[in-house]
């Protein structure tokens, strides 16, 4: 219970610090031009809430993370994301950023250039803020979509779905 509470306090004090207010600008990378293409393979995405990302992205990212195969390419991204909602998170360098605008399209296009290859060291990315409008992508229209909760248990997605191509959810 004492480390939970001093945990907190931690949280707290971070977004709370110089540099962790609203407005703050979370920078994502925008694939290269050869990367950042329509993906032609199978697409999996999973919609999951923090707790889900980091266990699987293993902290490489907040946001969202891709594990690219042959024909296949899997990913998961933030729920507030997916949502366009306002979330808080960590930028690559671990600071705090505060009320960041889910901004899927920057989200789908990033992970989209890893499934077509895109080296996980970005080489060549554009940097871009997550605030910046950018256009959809273009997803198969085969993409399977799911939702989970934090423990990793499929639920019911609740989401706007006009981005998605059918309405076929995956359960696998």
Request: glycine share 6%; hydrophobic share 40%.
């Amino acid at each position: 219970m004492k480390a939970a509470i001093i945990a907190g306090c931690v949280v707290l004090s971070v977004l709370s610090a110089p540099g962790a207010h609203a407005g703050s600008q979370l920078l994502m990378m925008l694939p290269p031009d050869k990367y950042d293409v329509p993906y032609t393979g199978s697409l999996k995405i999973w919609i999951t809430p923090l707790p889900v990302i980091e266990y699987f992205c293993r902290g490489a990212s907040h946001i969202s993370c891709a594990w690219p195969g042959v024909k296949e390419c899997r990913m998961l991204i933030l729920q507030p994301v997916a949502e366009g909602k306002r979330f808080d998170t960590l930028d690559v360098d671990g600071k705090a950023v505060a009320n960041v605008k889910g901004n899927l399209a920057l989200a789908l296009r990033h992970e989209l250039g890893h499934c077509n290859g895109w080296p996980n060291d970005h080489p060549d990315g554009r940097k871009t803020s997550f605030e910046e409008s950018v256009t959809m992508p273009k997803l198969p229209t085969t993409t399977q979509v799911a939702c989970t909760n934090s423990d990793r248990i499929f639920i019911e997605c609740k989401i706007a779905k006009p981005w998605w191509p059918n309405t076929t959810e995956t359960r696998k």
